[in-house]
């Protein structure tokens, strides 16, 4: 499989729950990432394999699977959090990667 | 700490090639692959391929296999993406990540902006 799938857009008020997902066929088999893109910057992790959370990202982001999907869920969406949102992993061989086409995450 | 410096940004004529590094510190450089990404303006990412510096091995998507060449210097630390007949839709941001096996994924170069015109 070759695609993974996101929605283009979310919305949330601040203080809400933000979920993002992310499909594809081979996230039964790959481990997936996400990563923050604010304008001018490169993409900074947030979630790794699956539900990891690196060092200094704030504990209102976590991660979760479910067979063919990913989800990333930022709880008490605060305005710094308005950004890019994209998911990463690999096809089914681990050789090629794939990216999401990225979710705008909009703080209303 | 692990950091990885990209060069510089170019302004390129189409047609042309495009050489950009990655110079890689703060870990085993030939141990971890170094795959490449690009980013269109206002675009998503995109990837291009990886290198792993210790066997030189090479994936190309296969968008950019006749066009790509990745190459590592180990005694430097430093990996390079070369990108031949340049097109101006090539005009992107182009990154380096470190990248361990199959999706694994950690830093990132600062990116490197290319900018294609007549």
């Known amino acids: 499989s070759s695609e993974l799938s996101q929605p283009p857009s979310v919305s949330v008020s601040p203080g809400q729950t933000a979920r993002i997902t992310c499909s594809g066929d081979?996230?039964?088999?790959?481990?997936a990432y996400w990563y923050q893109q604010k304008p001018g910057q490169a993409p900074l992790q947030v979630i790794y394999k699956d539900s990891g959370r690196p060092s200094g990202i704030p504990e209102r982001f976590s991660g979760s699977t479910s067979e063919t999907t990913v989800t990333l869920t930022i709880s008490g969406v605060q305005a710094e959090d308005e950004a890019d949102y994209y998911c990463?992993?690999?096809?089914?061989?681990?050789?090629?990667?794939?990216f999401g086409g990225g979710t705008k995450l909009t703080v209303l | 700490q692990v950091q990885l410096v990209q060069s510089g940004a170019e302004a390129k004529k189409p047609g042309d090639s495009l050489k950009v590094s990655c110079t890689a510190s703060?870990?085993?450089?030939?141990?971890?692959?170094i795959h490449w990404v690009r980013q269109a303006p206002g675009q998503g990412l995109e990837w291009m391929g990886r290198i792993f510096p210790n066997s030189g091995v090479t994936n190309y998507a296969q968008k950019f296999q006749d066009r790509v060449t990745m190459t590592t210097d180990t005694s430097t630390s430093t990996a390079y993406m070369e990108l031949s007949s340049l097109k101006s839709d090539d005009t992107a941001v182009f990154y380096c990540?470190?990248?361990?096996?199959?999706?694994?994924?950690?830093?990132w170069g600062q990116g490197t902006l290319v900018t294609v015109s007549s």
């Open positions: 990463q992993s690999a096809d089914d061989s681990g050789t090629y990667w794939l």
């Open positions: 081979s996230l039964p088999k790959q481990k």
């Open positions: 990540v470190r990248g361990g096996e199959g999706a694994q994924s950690d830093y």
């Open positions: 703060g870990y085993h450089f030939p141990g971890y692959y």
